[in-house]
């Protein structure tokens, strides 16, 4: 993230309303432009896109400001935009309504699901993307390449250029701490554990402690 972001996003979460309006016009159009391209239409857009900055501003205060903020707004913009997508529902003739008036509660009720599971998923992607982004460079792109990209350990080291004990460890450690984030948030539960479950201490040495 360049400094005059950096500096807004510091000042965003201390409050401050001038910074927000002026990250808001630095990230508007990017914004706008991607929920224009999902919805196809210029007052759904417009919608989704303050939707994106009135969530963002709820968790930026745990943004981390080494990382770029755009990419965590698209994201939030691209599930805003699934979340209006999933509510629009194809016109029904009149011909078909007396069919389906007797259906229309038990339709309701699926509908009020769906839409409920919805907003979950996108609630814990964005949740996964903070945890994410708080995660060392090199852990995280081991993290994403095994997991987004589904690269086995000696792909993620020639990749990353480390050693095959590295990768496993910077990607196992990326698991850790991610699911430590969501734990402390109570996004997710933290596993139950017995004594036997814990991990024995490692006798080799791979140079990982990066």
Known sequence: MDDSCAALVRQVQQNDP????QLFGKHYTAVFNRCLRLLGHRQDAEDATQETFSRAVRYIHRWDTRRPLEPWLITIAANRCRTQLSRRQPLVSLSDTNDASADSQATSQIAIRREQQQRDAESLTEEVELAMASLP??????????????????????????????????????????????????????????????????????????
């Open 137 to 210: 460079e090199n852990h995280r792109r081991a993290f994403k390449l095994f997991h987004e990209q589904g690269c086995d350990y000696q792909q993620i080291s020639l990749r990353l250029g480390c050693p095959i004990g590295t990768a496993k460890t910077w990607v196992h450690r990326a698991r850790e701490s991610m699911m430590q984030k969501l734990c402390d948030r109570n996004v997710v539960q933290a596993p139950m554990t017995s004594q036997t479950d814990q991990p024995k201490p490692r006798t080799d040495s791979v140079g990982a402690d990066q």
């Open 18 to 21: 001038v910074a927000f309006a």
